[in-house]
């Protein structure tokens, strides 16, 4: 066992190929483009996993074995999460991770294509064009909003007109704020059938939106401070569907707030 474990995990080559072959056979000519590697270089790494039973040849296309198969599955979740790490190694080495509940911290890998980016000075009080003309375009939202931007009172409110599905969970600071200053864009909310307002009792450390097509997350720093210029985006489905899991997570434990039971 040991030695196979060194087989698949002592080479980029062999573990980019087990990866890539778990998603189905590939030539030659696939293998060299897509990982840009030299005939010198990988040929001899594939044979090594040929002799070990992981991978065959059929014809012109190389494919997994169902030993391989097996690993291969095993490998992909641990490489994809060891991608997300090194895209975000910068970043989580002075924001929080800690705060996202473990059962998503667990599945990390599935934010692909996550990568930082930064705003600008003169837009951190406010959402920034990128961050609304992904929701503009969105046709559901789901958003943990932990902080409160001057215009969020009737931000939610205006893409729920445009008929957006939309649903927001707020922590008590933060709709007390709301409900306080902003009573009759609240009211005006509530009325709306595609809007919906939760109420959580947690303190919730990090923001997230996720669209139909766009993932949003922003942690707060380990000092816990909310860092409103460096923000994480991904629009792969996976990134997606992960946020919007961790978003009806916090739903089910909060309290979906009615117009007749505004606390």
């Known amino acids: 066992m040991a030695d196979l474990l060194r087989t698949v995990t002592s080479s980029d080559k062999r573990k980019n190929l087990l990866v890539m072959l778990d998603s189905g056979p590939r030539s030659w000519d696939q293998i060299r483009d897509a990982l840009q590697v030299t005939s010198t270089g990988m040929l001899p790494q594939i044979k090594i996993l040929i002799d070990r039973g992981l991978v065959r040849k059929e014809k012109d ?10 690993v291969a599955h095993s490998l992909v979740p641990l490489v994809r999460v060891t991608d997300v790490f090194d895209t975000l190694e910068g970043y989580l080495s002075d924001h929080d991770f800690s705060v996202l509940p473990a059962s998503f911290r667990y599945c990390i890998g599935d934010i692909a294509g996550i990568r930082v980016t930064e705003v600008e000075t003169a837009d951190v009080f406010e959402p920034h064009q990128t961050f609304l003309n992904n929701l503009a375009n969105a046709q559901c939202i ?5 902080v ?20 927001i ?70 990134a997606r569907q992960w946020g ?11 309290r979906n707030i009615t117009l007749d039971q505004t606390p």
């Open 244 to 254: 919007e899991r961790l978003v009806r997570y916090y739903q089910d434990r909060s």
């Open 61 to 70: 296309r190389y494919c997994l074995t169902d030993l391989g198969q097996t």
């Open 148 to 167: 409160l931007y001057p215009s969020h009172s009737t931000f939610f409110v205006n893409l729920a007109r445009e008929g957006i599905e939309v649903s």
């Open 142 to 146: 789901f958003g943990i909003v932990p």
């Open 169 to 238: 969970v707020m922590t008590h600071a933060i709709f007390n704020r709301v409900r306080d200053e902003h009573q009759d864009e609240l009211n005006e909310g509530l009325n709306l059938p595609n809007l919906h307002f939760y109420l959580s009792d947690e303190d919730i450390r990090f923001a997230c939106v996720a669209t139909d097509r766009y993932l949003w997350l922003s942690l707060y720093t380990k000092s816990g401070i909310y860092d409103p210029k460096k923000e994480l985006i991904s629009y792969e489905p996976s």
